[in-house]
Structures are given as structure tokens and as C-alpha cells.
């Protein structure tokens, strides 16, 4: 009889440790599943129901990370490391977040001791790169080279490899690079707007092009990827192409100067000196510095329309600008010359220019001075004539 009521009780016991396995199998099960679903307060009620053993913790600091409350995730998964400190996964969680939130001192102890614990994880290196970039540590780089080391594929921290070459300036090694991790990803939109970078600014401007072009067809047309076919356009006398991206820029930024004077460059190019002309002016309104390239534009298109009275007006805003220029106070003079009927005001600005060029013992200044000179003595003698006439 007393064997019959041990085995009962024995039978009962297991029952009762299946049993609640079961439960605590199935609370597990609809937890993880809430928590895949995205119902994250919910998930979260269940798993508090389960023991505090390491799966559970690590479930419930992964559900307060997705919550966005980093502090208390990190709370949860410090208290896990106590309890079982091999746990990587927890480790390497709990390094993220002190990334995350710039506790960076804490997440290159974390990483450290990760890689230690494996080395050839190119992960961990990544990770404790991107640290030590943060505190403005010279070795990052080293930890980015060493995950690509362990694996040549790894496109993230290529990325990290090909935009620190092109900070550096040697764009071979930012192009190299690039095509690495493309090699892996053709359609990475970040390594294609580092190597059309790189391109842009080694002056290869039909390898720009063919990168940027690819960049617009995917869909990330913006103003940089413009901005750069526009000008690697007009270096490449692509006028039409560069009008077209232009006005895209224009598009966008409609008040920036810098746009409104490469259209004038590109219309001035093509022939088309009114609609030149308007974007110089527009990029003279708008700008806040010099604007002595846009006036220089302004006053040859001005002269060749032999518009006489805007070539002035520009010449003047030029030498206004740029005192040191002199040759622009004797082109005042000359376009007055054959602009303004009043003979003492012709001299005047001839005698303004003789008197800016006295000091300047430049011989190329010589035969304007000569010119400047011969005028103003012709010019009175006119005067001296139509008064004996008078």
C-alpha cells in the first residue's frame, strides 16, 4: 500500500513539474510571439510571470530596448552580465546600448572584453571602432581594417574605411575601397555617393557622372547628387545636361546664389546672354560676400551686347568690390568714353583711373595709361574748340 501511495505521489509530482513547464513553455511561447508582433507592453506582462533566469532577463531588456527605453535595458541586461558574465550575447547587446546612449567608457569595456573572449568575431572589432572614433581615439581605424580582416565582406565597415580615406584625400584608396564593398552590394547608396565624391574631386568628372546618374535613377536624387552633375557637366561642356540638373537645383534652393551663377555659366556657354545675364544679377542680389566673378560675367556679356550703361554699372560695382582692381577703373572710363556725351565727365573718369594707376609701376598698366592720358588731352582740346566756336 505504501508503495502504491510512493508511486502515486511520485506520479503526481511529475505531473505537477510537466505541468507547470508547460506553463511556463507556453507563457514563454506567447511572449516571444506578442513581442515578433510588435505588442511590446504586452509581451513584456508576460514575461514578468516567468523566473528571473538569464533567457528571461535577456527577453525583457530586448523588449525595453524596442520600447526605446535604453536605460532601463541596460539596467536589466547589467544584472544578467552579473549573473552569467560569458553570456556574449548579452554582452554584446548591452555594449550597443551603451553606445547608444554615448555611455562610451562602459561600451569599449564591453567590447573589449568580448573580443577577448573571441577575437575573430569582425563584429566586435566593428563595434569597438566606431567607440573609439567617438572618443576621438586614433586607433579606430585599426579596429575597422581588423573586421575587414576577418571578413572582406563586411560592407559596414568599409563604408567606415572608404569615408575616412576621402576625409584623408587620397581618393584612390576611397575609390579601391568603394568598389570592394560594391563588389558585395552594387546598389549601396552610400559607398556610390563616396566614390562619385571621390571621382568629383580627382577631376574625373565622366566617372562622377556615370556614378551619380546611377544614384539619381535609384531614386536618391537630391541636392548633392545634382549639385555635382551640374558642375561635372559644365566641366565636361555638357551644357544641356548641366542646365537641366541646374534647374533641378534651382528647384530645390531657389535663393542660392552659388546655383543662380553656375546657370549663368552654363547659358553664357550656350549662347544665351539675356537668360545669363538674369542669373548673374540674381546671384549679385543674393549673395552676401564678393561678388566679383558674378560681375565679371556680367560686364562681358554687358559689352559684347554693347549695353554700355549695365557694363558701367557693373565695372563700378566690381572696382567697389575689388579696389586693387585697376584695369576696371580705366574700363569705365573707355565704356564712358563711347556711352556719355559729356565730354568733362568722360575726363573725369580717365583722370579717376590716372590717379588709381599713378603708384603702380605695372607695365602692363602702361599703354592704358598712355591711352587714358592721350583721351583727356583730346577730350579738353574738344571742350576748348566747341567754347572758341561758341
Not at 147 to 153: G, S
Request: glycine share 6%; hydrophobic share 35%; proline share 2%.
Amino acid at each position: 500500500m505504501e508503495k502504491k501511495r510512493s508511486r502515486l505521489s511520485t506520479c503526481c509530482l511529475s505531473l505537477l513539474i510537466f505541468g507547470f513547464a508547460y506553463a511556463q513553455d507556453n507563457l514563454n511561447e506567447k511572449a516571444d510571439s506578442l513581442f515578433r508582433l510588435g505588442n511590446y507592453s504586452k509581451a513584456l506582462e508576460y514575461y514578468q510571470q516567468l523566473p528571473s533566469n538569464t533567457p528571461t532577463l535577456y527577453s525583457k531588456a530586448m523588449v525595453y530596448q524596442a520600447m526605446g527605453n535604453y536605460h532601463r535595458a541596460i539596467g536589466v541586461l547589467e544584472e544578467v552580465v552579473q549573473q552569467d558574465s560569458s553570456h556574449a550575447l548579452s554582452k554584446f547587446e548591452l555594449g550597443k546600448l551603451y553606445l547608444r546612449v554615448s555611455d562610451l567608457q562602459n561600451a569599449q569595456l564591453q567590447f573589449k572584453e568580448l573580443i577577448t573572449q573571441d577575437p575573430t568575431n569582425p563584429n566586435y572589432h566593428y563595434q569597438l571602432g566606431r567607440i573609439r572614433r567617438g572618443l576621438n581615439d586614433s586607433l579606430y581605424i585599426g579596429s575597422f581594417r581588423q573586421a575587414i580582416q576577418l571578413d572582406q565582406k563586411f560592407v559596414k565597415a568599409i563604408e567606415e574605411i572608404a569615408k575616412y580615406h576621402l576625409q584623408q584625400k587620397d581618393l584612390d584608396q576611397a575609390i579601391q575601397y568603394c568598389e570592394q564593398g560594391l563588389a558585395v552590394y552594387d546598389g549601396n547608396s552610400i559607398l556610390l555617393g563616396y566614390k562619385g565624391q571621390a571621382h568629383f574631386l580627382a577631376g574625373q568628372d565622366s566617372l562622377a557622372v556615370a556614378v551619380y546618374e546611377k544614384l539619381k535613377d535609384m531614386g536618391f536624387g537630391n541636392e548633392t547628387v545634382y549639385s555635382k552633375l551640374a558642375y561635372s557637366h559644365y566641366n565636361l561642356r555638357n551644357y544641356e545636361e548641366a542646365i537641366s540638373n541646374g534647374l533641378r537645383l534651382l528647384d530645390l534652393k531657389p535663393e542660392n546664389s552659388e546655383y543662380h551663377y553656375l546657370m549663368g555659366l552654363n547659358y553664357y556657354e550656350s549662347n544665351e546672354f539675356d537668360k545669363s545675364a538674369e542669373h548673374f544679377e540674381t546671384a549679385v542680389e543674393l549673395k552676401k560676400v564678393s561678388s566679383a566673378n558674378e560681375y565679371l560675367r556680367l560686364v562681358d556679356i554687358y559689352q559684347q551686347q554693347k549695353d554700355y550703361r549695365n557694363a558701367i554699372k557693373y565695372y563700378k560695382l566690381l572696382v567697389n568690390e575689388v579696389p586693387d582692381y585697376i584695369i576696371g577703373y580705366y574700363q569705365i572710363a573707355f565704356l564712358g568714353d563711347q556711352y556719355y556725351k559729356d565730354s568733362e565727365l568722360k575726363i573725369y573718369h580717365y583722370k579717376s583711373f590716372l590717379k588709381k594707376a599713378a603708384d603702380k609701376p605695372d607695365q602692363y598698366l602702361e599703354k592704358y595709361k598712355e591711352h587714358a592720358r592721350q583721351r583727356v588731352l583730346e577730350l579738353r582740346a574738344g571742350i576748348h574748340f566747341d567754347t572758341d566756336d561758341g
